[in-house]
């Protein structure tokens, strides 16, 4: 369970981190969604104590970082690729954090096995490819066995093999009843790995929601999508049934205030042939662009959807 | 592959304490090929310039005397290079790699983490200077010097050469530790530590401003007791020998009061 209570993170006059408030709860795998640069890392940061917030609190598992008796069996945290001496070897890395806990060596070998870096082990990390260096973060993650686990950008670098093995690792980890908390720029990954959703834009919070529900409350959510061979005639009587239509394509209609089977049964009535039709599912994406699109609303900016589009 | 497997190895007792964070640090040190090269270094330096002192025809009971600890120590001018650099090194490394976050995510503690580096970086220097003192002694010992050079151990003088000598070297690899985690830059700090490790050298006849720097320390506590004699009767100074050991002491908690206070302040 992490708890994030009013966090704010200022550096002179910039906000990274403005009054963030979520919950990360046991038992799911909770994605943190952002651009680069939305004070993600920020956020991380300040859970596990490294930075220290301007305002506001953060604590894990009831109590702040900097007080928990054995940190790393009671969180796992990986932070971005750049906290490991290259000169290390990952075994001399893992060892380094095993010993503070008094974490045997067979712990670290068997990290190093969870993660599949035995064959590369004893080598030194600077010459480790990106894949191997966020292997390395996962196993330090895991020395503790820590009932929670933070992540930052955990599946960045990794070839498609990785990415499996990450996805399978977070589930098993959340079914097991730990608390994942993972962030990501890339709304396709969490899309597939994450139960929940935090998203943060310029700092501030946007959503902490289920996936299924901000996906659903999308804006094309629930249309009903046809193709048809008249399109124009069956736009026609289902306009003049109540719905409403657009033409994205000669012959493809996108139809709300009606539902599916109601399209179908409206075209057989018409006796127009139906190619396609089904009800079109959001996707995080989406969701997510609706998110920043009001964000830029409230800030009568467009420097929000500028970030929004650089980062597609 | 099973993600969770019951894990093995964890502790029966769980926490963070001295003696476990000193263990992480010294092994994570001694892990580094920089801290091997230092160490040997400090040794072969030392070997060399006793070596190359003990040619010298100034050594003898016309000249320097003979007196075994003053030609193995008398050069850790030299010899406390590479160890300037391994304390610099030790204190500023982590935070110029990034391996910092990881450290002190696992010590949350912050002074722990900086107690155990001193505890090992002193411990480091301790066995290069008593490493640096056998291998050079025993190499005079051996060589033609070897049967007029002075062994005893128990007189004044040599106790203070080789025991304040090597007090001195574990202090400056103290101060360079302190230096490094307050600048957080290794290669800042390894020059501010030259500078003040060899200051000496450009402020001979101004003692009585170099009595009170780092630097005045190893020259001092390593002379012979007619230096001793010599720069007292001057009347310009007022520390002697380990008065400038403990000069060195204060600039050395100086150092780590100041890089404590920014590492418990400031963000990683």
Known sequence: ?312 | MTAVVAATGLPSSAGVHLGRVLRSEWGKSWGLRSTRWAVAATVAINASMALLMSLDSLVGAEGYGNSLAYVVAGNFLFAQLPLLVYGALMGAGEFSTGSAASTLSAVPRRGLVLLAKTLTAAGTAAVAAIAAVVVSAAILLVGPLGPDLHVALDDGQSVRILVGGAVTLVLLAVLALGVGALLRRPLVAIAVMFALGMSELALIGADAVAQWLPGHALLAVTALNEFVDLVASMGTTVVGPWGSVGVLGAWALLALLLAGARLRRSDV
Not at chain 1, 115 to 143: D, H, I, K, N, P
Request: aromatic share 4%.
């Open chain 1, 1 to 312: 369970m992490i708890e994030v209570t009013d966090l704010t993170k200022r550096y002179g006059s910039t906000t990274a981190v403005n009054g963030l408030t979520f919950t990360v709860s046991p038992g799911a795998v909770t994605g943190f969604l952002g651009p680069n640069g939305a004070g993600k890392s920020t956020t991380m940061r300040m859970i596990v104590g490294l930075a220290r917030p301007s305002a506001g609190t953060a604590t894990v598992n009831g109590h702040r970082y900097a007080d928990l008796r054995a940190p790393l069996q009671e969180v796992g945290v990986m932070l971005d690729g750049r906290s490991v001496h290259p000169g290390r070897t990952a075994y001399g890395h893992l060892m380094g954090l095993a010993r503070t806990h008094g974490i045997g060596r067979a712990r670290v070998r068997q990290v190093i096995g969870l993660a599949g870096l035995e064959s590369v082990a004893r080598r030194r990390v600077g010459g480790y490819s990106l894949g191997m260096t966020q292997r390395l973060g996962v196993a330090a993650a895991l020395l503790g066995d820590p009932p929670t686990l933070i992540l930052d950008e955990p599946v960045n670098g990794l070839d498609p093999d990785g990415v499996l093995w990450i996805r399978n690792l977070l589930r098993t980890l959340a079914d097991d009843g730990r608390t994942v908390f993972l962030s990501s720029h890339l709304m396709a990954e969490l899309a597939e790995c994450a139960d929940r959703v935090v998203v943060i834009g310029r700092g501030r919070l946007l959503a902490d929601d289920d996936l299924a529900t901000l996906v659903a409350r999308t804006a094309r959510s629930g249309l009903v999508r046809v193709r048809t061979t008249e399109a124009d005639r069956l736009a026609g009587s289902l306009t003049a049934a109540g719905a409403s239509t657009r033409a994205v394509a000669a012959d493809t209609l996108e139809v709300s205030g009606m539902d599916a089977g109601a399209v179908g049964a409206a075209a057989a009535a018409l006796g127009v042939a139906v190619l396609e039709l089904g009800t079109v599912a959001g996707t995080l994406e989406e969701a997510y662009l609706d998110l920043t699109a009001d964000a830029v609303e409230y800030g009568g900016q467009q420097r929000a959807r500028a970030t929004v589009q650089a980062e597609r």
